[in-house]
């Protein structure tokens, strides 16, 4: 019951519904004008014949002998059986001389009468004439008969059209409407289950590529991405979970110990510990919401174009005496062609800063570190590429995701996020990030889509 | 000095209103954030140090109400959303100074220091000298003792934002913030390198240490003291 409901209040339905309707209302207006046109027609048949009739009355008067007159209508009206004309010819005074016993008409001209119905007059209406010829009245009509039946046929023919068409109209719009109401079915029966939680299921997809299965697929598209993000939040959160604790067990312990410390100096260096691991687990803190934020919004109207190799430049100068310390070596290796970076300078500077700090902290000493901006395919791009030990090819798309570090035990310090807000820093930016192997170490390519205003400036 | 606190976490508050008081200011603290309005728009204050999120009216709303009748005490926000777009607001609606949650106290009271001596700073000055260090910011040069010392930009912006507040700390975030534009916290020791680059430049080869650490604070620049 509720099925043929949600059919019969589906689109397609409504729409041959409307159609329906509107086709009935333009056959309605035609009908009337063919009707009343082929009616009309039949009806100057008539006249004409009535006329021509009227011709041998007037041609019998002519003489001036009314009997001769009364003669022709006489043996017109005995003519055998039944006939479809009444004719009547009445004297000056106004009675009956000759013909069928009618209501002598009372005015002349064209005029239609009703006789009563006989064995000799058949039917009721007639299209008659009326003149006076010598002071005498002469009637003669033409039955109607034939005009009403061929009415009447044509009515009742256009009327079965009607119904024929009606009901094919509401059978297709049922059909198609089944059809679209099947497929919303199973559309809501899917989202149903993704609401209560399978966000595996997906939208069938039918081979006839409608716009039920366009909105479907990409529904489907959204639903991919939306488990894609749950995924990753689950797995994030386990991360957060299991990363935010272990600094916080450790300041737990610290402050414990330092409770228990017998001198004030170890006491202090306790609590500097403690303190020391609380701040770690704040920086865990900020760039989580850093990236969230930054991946959440989409505004680019901050955005300002600046010069690729300026930015280079500036912080080869601000790391270049850091990298030492480390006892590697920071260069710059100039690419062709100057570029323009049409983004948020600050966020672009956090993301060169931390693919260098990436290749500081995982390579060894006596590494070189070689820092490059320029132009690949008319892209804009920043490089950095180590000699350091590498990411291998097959684990390439795993360092993005949030707290994912290659070697857990082996890195204490990064917390894996690295990589994940220079992800998301050039997803923002609409740039790609592509690892590739420098033979050897890593070479980390960020490349800047092409813009108007880059090329403007 | 006067210090306004408007912060309606009473622990945070009292933290802060211990804090200053040890180091001799008074302290006023409100918790509301109307308070914090009728209270600066009838008392003077030397700093306000206001919450971003307040109950009653937000620290926002209240700088722009302060800003509007004319009050120009330095404001400095705390709040415990650090985002680029964040800073940019509270800075736009009249505020001087932003500072995230959670902060060392050292952090607090280096930048209500910096901040309450802002005024003197502002009629400029090209030339800034410390004992027997000058700083020529137009023409880029710094000599000590007569003898001319080749810094590089960075050095000498650091140099230069250590002079203009010499004798306060100038704290490791604030020359992140001010030398490179950072607003982020690169993890690495971009500050420290940087810092003992340039006292082997200023100080190592001359008698008297002029640059001085903090520890666990930052760095200030004064003469030596009798």
């Given at each position: 019951m509720h099925r043929v409901s949600s059919i019969l209040a589906g689109a397609a339905f409504r729409s041959a519904v409307l159609l329906l309707l509107l086709f009935l209302a333009v056959f309605l207006v035609a009908g009337v004008v063919i009707v009343s046109q082929t009616s009309s027609e039949a009806e100057s048949e008539i006249r004409a014949l009535v006329s021509n009739e009227f011709e041998l009355f007037r041609e019998a008067a002519e003489t001036g002998d009314m009997n001769q007159l009364r003669q022709l209508v006489d043996s017109s009206a005995a003519a055998a059986g039944p006939r479809f004309f009444v004719v009547a010819l009445y004297r000056p005074d106004g009675t009956l001389f000759a013909g069928d016993d009618i209501p002598r008409p009372e005015k002349l001209g064209w005029s239609t009468i009703t006789s009563g119905v006989n064995t000799k007059t058949p039917t009721e209406k007639y299209l008659a004439l009326t003149e006076d010829i010598g002071g005498y009245r002469v009637t003669f009509g033409r039955t109607l008969f034939f005009v009403e039946v061929g009415s009447a046929a044509l009515w009742r023919a256009l009327m079965l059209a009607s119904i024929v068409v009606g009901i094919g109209a509401l059978a297709i719009g049922y059909l198609a409407s089944h059809g679209v109401s099947a497929k919303l079915d199973r559309m809501a029966e899917?989202?149903?289950?993704?609401?209560?939680?399978?966000?595996?299921?997906?939208?069938?997809?039918?081979?006839?590529?409608?716009?039920?299965?366009?909105?479907?697929?990409q529904m489907n598209a959204h639903l991919d991405r939306l488990s894609d993000l749950l995924d990753t939040m689950r797995n994030t959160v386990i991360s957060i979970a299991h990363d935010l604790k272990s600094p916080l067990s450790r300041a737990y312990i610290l402050l414990q110990e330092a409770e228990e410390a017998p001198g004030e100096a170890e006491q202090t260096q306790l609590l500097e510990e403690a303190q020391a691991e609380i701040e770690r687990l704040n920086g865990i803190f900020d760039t989580v919401l850093r990236i969230?934020?930054?991946?959440?919004?989409?505004?680019?109207?901050?955005?300002?174009?600046?010069?690729?190799?300026?930015l280079v430049s500036e912080t080869l100068q601000t790391f270049e005496p850091v990298v030492e310390e480390a006892r590697q070596e920071l260069i710059e290796a100039p690419l062709s062609g100057d570029a323009t970076i049409v983004g948020d300078r600050r966020m672009v500077v956090q993301l060169l800063v931390n693919l260098i700090t990436n290749a500081s902290r995982y390579s060894p000493p006596g590494a070189r570190i070689e820092l490059s901006a320029g132009?690949?395919?008319?892209?804009?791009?920043?490089?950095?590429?180590?000699?350091?030990?590498g990411i291998p090819a097959e684990r390439r798309t795993e360092v993005f995701e949030p707290f994912r570090r290659l070697n857990p035990e082996r890195d204490e310090r990064g917390a894996g996020l690295g990589l994940a807000l220079v992800q998301a820093i050039a997803t923002r930016h609409r740039a790609s990030v592509r690892l590739e192997d420098n033979q050897p170490g890593l070479r980390v390519i960020v490349r800047f889509p092409v813009s108007d205003l880059g090329a403007a400036a | 000095m006067k210090v306004v606190v408007a912060e309606d976490d009473r622990t945070s508050s009292e933290f802060i209103r211990k804090g200053l008081a040890q180091q001799g200011h008074s302290v006023e603290t409100v918790y509301d954030g109307r308070d914090a309005l009728t209270f600066c728009l009838y008392n003077s204050c030397d700093v306000l140090v206001l919450d971003r999120m307040m109950p009653g009216m937000d620290g926002l709303s209240v700088a722009k109400a302060l800003r509007a009748s004319g009050r120009t005490m330095p404001i400095l926000f705390l709040t415990s959303?650090?985002?680029?777009?964040?800073?940019?607001?509270?800075?736009?609606?009249?505020?001087?100074?932003?500072?995230?949650?959670?902060?060392?106290?050292?952090?607090?009271l280096a930048r209500i220091t910096v901040l309450a001596r802002r005024p003197q700073t502002a009629e400029a000055s090209s030339r800034l000298s410390i004992h027997d260090l000058e700083l020529d910011l137009m023409a880029h040069t710094a000599t000590r003792a007569g003898t001319r010392i080749d810094l590089q930009a960075k050095e000498f912006a650091i140099l230069a934002l250590l002079m203009r507040n010499a004798g306060r700390i100038v704290t490791k975030t604030m020359l992140l913030e001010q030398v490179?534009?950072?607003?982020?916290?690169?993890?690495?020791?971009?500050?420290?390198?940087?810092?003992?680059?340039?006292?082997?430049?200023?100080?190592k080869p001359f008698e008297v240490p002029l640059i001085h650490t903090t520890r666990n604070t930052g760095y200030s620049i004064h003469a030596p003291r009798q």
């Open positions: 899917t989202l149903e289950r993704v609401a209560r939680g399978d966000s595996r299921v997906r939208l069938p997809v039918g081979r006839s590529n409608d716009q039920v299965d366009r909105v479907s697929r969230s934020r930054i991946e959440a919004s989409d505004d680019q109207s901050g955005f300002a174009a600046f010069s690729a190799r300026e132009v690949e395919d008319q892209h804009p791009v920043l490089i950095v590429a180590d000699n350091g030990p | 959303m650090g985002d680029v777009d964040d800073r940019v607001e509270g800075l736009m609606a009249g505020g001087d100074d932003y500072l995230v949650k959670p902060f060392h106290f050292s952090e607090l490179w534009d950072f607003n982020f916290d690169p993890q690495t020791t971009v500050v420290e390198t940087h810092m003992s680059r340039l006292r082997a430049k200023i100080d």
